[in-house]
């Protein structure tokens, strides 16, 4: 086993040193992804005049829809590289510089790099994104109490890089030019980057390798692929912009939606099936895959937050503080200001509730926080309701949305990136993570379909798209809660009583 010197020294808020590293590399990372996301709508649905791009609502959120997902699902392939080739910590580092010449593109005043940038971040967000999650699981023993408080922790960082982003990017895009918000995300990610070469030793030896690594011959074939598959999609992203293939947004975005769940299943049952897994592994396997599908309703519904209700915020909500116009994109602030404030008070819950023998298992937690989501959407049926009689509501209707979506997913979101990581088998954390992300591409594809129904020129039909996320949410939250009070046992079968599989002679140390 390798050294937990790194790993078992507190050094932040009685967690690992190497837990400052992380939360502070994804808070500036958070910063500049979220900055320039809940920008995107806007300004792709913003005229020629104020110099957006006009493109249809249903576009615009289908390729929001596709960008965000996008982002997630290259997870998958960003997780199994750190697993074979690079190892996390030089895969978040990768990935890091990638995202920052992504914010660079966009910053560019032309129209013809924009999806260039795009897919810069989203590559760059795959490589980063499951495997600085997964580095903070390796910080922790398996049977670390501190692990669920540890994930809360950095999770309130996720979102301290929220507030920031939403306040600095949105200003700066709304109110003196889209693109210099997008270049406040790139100054955001830079000092992300600096702040995690400079403070990369306090990781120790986690994750500094690969976890499963490849033979010589492996690697080389693995590496030709890579490069195969980037140098298509430069060909496919010249011929786009060239005018020479012409791609329908929404029709993209259901076939997309459509590919990521049967990829989804197929590397589930994959690793399952072929991975060597014993007894309990499998048990767990289950009962994380409850999590991975209260996981993908979760963000269908929560995600409606950078299109369908950015759009509601810009266009129906009453704006006015005096002679001061609110940016449209601030209202995405409540969510990480409330998850700021009552993160503290969430991971000390679960501790409480430890003491006491109180744990819920991770599927009822997910359970009760999609439920909570959904009634989110009950607020806003009724908002849309004073919209679709022409009317532009107060602020607290949003503001009341927005709280709901927190306390949601502060149930949900830190819990199921917390069961990844110890219900994973420890030979395919990277990759599980990446699996699980795979949920937010699923998500926001669907979120992003969802959005689309919103017509500007027939906002009679917004309150039904409202009820409908409700009741589905609310109907799969149950399903899940009445599942889960059977999945609890599967959480901890086996637990000090089988090993792993011993690894080859030849692989390196894990690192714990």
């Given at each position: ?214 033979t010589a011959q492996g ?84 995600e409606q937050a950078g ?36 993160s503290p008070f969430f ?166």
């Open positions: 086993m390798s050294s937990n010197t790194y790993q078992n020294s507190d050094g932040f808020f009685g967690h690992p040193k190497g837990l400052s590293t992380l939360f502070f590399t994804e808070m500036w990372e958070r910063m500049s992804y979220y900055g320039m996301r809940a920008l995107l709508v806007l300004f792709m649905t913003a005229s020629l005049q104020q110099e957006g791009l006009a493109f249809t609502v249903a576009a615009a959120t289908a390729i929001y829809g596709l960008y965000t997902g996008a982002v997630y699902f290259l997870g998958l392939p960003g997780g199994w590289i750190a697993d074979r080739l690079l190892g996390g910590q030089r895969t978040v580092w990768y990935g890091g510089i990638i995202i920052m010449c992504g914010h660079i593109v966009l910053a560019i005043p032309s129209d013809s790099t924009f999806f260039v940038g795009l897919i810069l971040v989203a590559t760059g967000t795959g490589l980063l994104k499951p495997n600085i999650s997964a580095l903070v699981g390796h910080l922790y023993q398996p049977d670390d109490v501190r692990r669920d408080s540890g994930y809360a922790l950095y999770y309130m960082g996720i979102n301290i890089g929220s507030v920031l982003g939403y306040m600095i990017c949105g200003y700066f895009g709304e109110k003196i030019g889209w693109h210099w918000g997008f270049g406040a995300a790139a100054v955001g990610m830079a000092i992300g980057l600096i702040q995690y070469r400079k403070t990369i030793g306090n990781l120790g030896d986690a994750s500094l390798k690969p976890e499963n690594p490849m690697e080389k074939k693995a590496w030709s692929t890579i490069w195969a598959v980037v140098a298509a999609v430069v060909a496919i992203t010249a011929l786009t912009m060239a005018g020479m293939i012409t791609i329908n947004p929404v029709v993209v975005a259901q076939y997309v939606a459509v590919a990521f769940t049967l990829i989804f299943f197929a590397y589930y049952a994959y690793i399952y099936f072929a991975g060597n897994l014993s007894g309990s592994e499998k048990k767990k396997m289950w009962a994380l895959f409850l999590v991975c599908v209260a996981s993908a309703c979760f963000w269908s519904g929560f299109s369908s209700l950015n759009l509601f915020g810009r266009d129906y909500t009453d704006r006015m503080i005096g002679a001061f116009e609110i940016p449209a994109s601030w209202f995405q602030n409540v969510n990480p200001m409330f998850i700021i404030i009552l991971a000390a819950l679960w501790i409480n509730l430890g003491k006491r023998m109180i744990t819920p298992s991770y599927g009822m937690k997910c359970a009760i926080g999609l439920i909570i989501m959904a009634s989110g959407f009950i607020v806003m049926f009724f908002a849309a309701q004073y919209a679709a009689e022409g009317l532009k509501v107060a602020p607290y209707w949003l503001v009341t949305t927005y709280f709901l979506h927190t306390v949601g997913e502060l149930c949900l979101s830190p819990v199921a990136l917390s069961a990844v990581s110890k219900l994973s088998p420890r030979r395919f954390a990277g990759q599980m993570m990446g699996v699980f992300v795979l949920t937010y591409s699923i998500g926001n594809i669907i979120a992003g379909l969802l959005a689309g129904n919103f017509d500007p020129n027939n906002v009679s039909e917004l309150p039904n798209l409202y009820l409908q996320i409700a009741i589905f949410s609310i109907g799969i939250g149950a399903v899940i809660a009445l599942v889960s009070l059977k999945s609890k046992a599967w959480e901890t079968h086996g637990d000090g009583e089988e090993k792993e599989p011993v690894e080859p002679a030849e692989a390196p140390a894990k690192a714990v």
